[in-house]
């Protein structure tokens, strides 16, 4: 398993959750990795970047309440989630490299099994 997201679970419109992405693949000298989401009958959709450098990419739909960040020493990537949404309901993933080609951020790295997030009143 090169990476592997946990964190997610069942919260109420407004609540916030914390996202891990932890696994082999998750290095420091990887120049970006990134978040997506994949919703009920949709395709899988990015939510956010975070480069080698520090510099970040959100969603629009995200921008303000989520925040990617990472952990080198721990090999970890995280997505905290507030104000969340009932339009936030998807299965998480984490990419464990992601960079800008043809005009949008595209993901040439392992994926994990993806955690779920719902939420609901």
């Known amino acids: 398993v090169q990476v592997m997201e946990s964190g997610g679970g069942l919260v109420q419109p407004g609540g916030s959750l914390r996202l891990s992405c932890a696994g082999p693949?998750?290095?420091?000298?990887?120049?970006?990795m990134g978040w997506y989401r994949q919703a009920p009958g949709q395709e899988r959709e990015l939510v956010a970047v975070?480069?080698?450098?520090?510099?970040?990419v959100y969603a629009e739909p995200v921008k303000g309440r989520f925040t990617i960040s990472r952990d080198n020493e721990k090999n970890t990537l995280y997505l905290q989630m507030n104000s969340l949404k009932p339009e936030d309901t998807a299965v998480y993933y984490c990419?464990?490299?992601?960079?800008?080609?043809?005009?949008?951020?595209?993901?040439?790295?392992?994926w994990g099994q993806g955690t779920q997030v719902t939420v609901s009143s």
């Open positions: 990419n464990s490299y992601v960079r800008w080609y043809e005009s949008s951020w595209r993901a040439f790295g392992s």
């Open positions: 693949a998750i290095r420091f000298n990887i120049p970006a």
């Open positions: 975070h480069t080698r450098e520090g510099s970040t």
